[in-house]
């Protein structure tokens, strides 16, 4: 079992700067209304596009793997969050869009599968209280 560390440390108003173990820094605020500068994402919004690169990550490599001729891919994801505190997210819709003459729709499908059934790490955990569902489209 591997374990992961973060740090979130805070600068002033509602922002803050997040650092995991690659690194990489991570900026968020809140909007001005509630005490931020509007400067930087939220974190919901982060979560979201988390499950954007996680799930995107797994497609793209199995599509290369099959030796798809992608030209353009993107996910469109929205969340329905809960009216009360905490306001989770209920649901997350994805959608998938690969675009590319000649990719096969079969091999679409199956990097999808398999990313959203059993690689994405972040569908997963997420799964655990909130519905996540997805299609997929493809575009010449």
Excluded: W
């Excluded at 440390?9 to 650092?19: A, M």
């Excluded at 353009?72 to 997210?89: K, L, V």
């Excluded at 079969?106 to 955990?125: F, I, P, Q």
């Amino acid at each position: 079992m591997s374990e992961a560390k973060a740090k979130v440390i805070f600068n002033q108003g509602l922002s803050f700067t997040g650092t995991g173990d690659s690194g990489h820094k991570v900026e968020m605020d809140g909007p001005s209304e509630h005490g931020g500068s509007d400067s930087a994402a939220r974190p919901m919004e982060l979560l979201l596009i988390g499950l954007g690169g996680c799930t995107g990550m797994d497609a793209i490599s199995i599509l290369r793997k099959k030796k798809q001729p992608v030209e353009g891919f993107e996910m469109n994801i929205s969340g329905t969050r809960a009216e009360g505190h905490p306001m989770r997210y209920t649901d997350v819709q994805i959608e998938f869009v690969v675009k590319g003459k000649g990719v096969d729709e079969g091999a679409v499908k199956r990097a999808v599968d398999l990313s959203m059934e059993k690689y994405c790490s972040v569908k997963t955990t997420l799964e655990l209280h909130t519905k996540v569902s997805f299609s997929y489209r493809l575009e010449d």
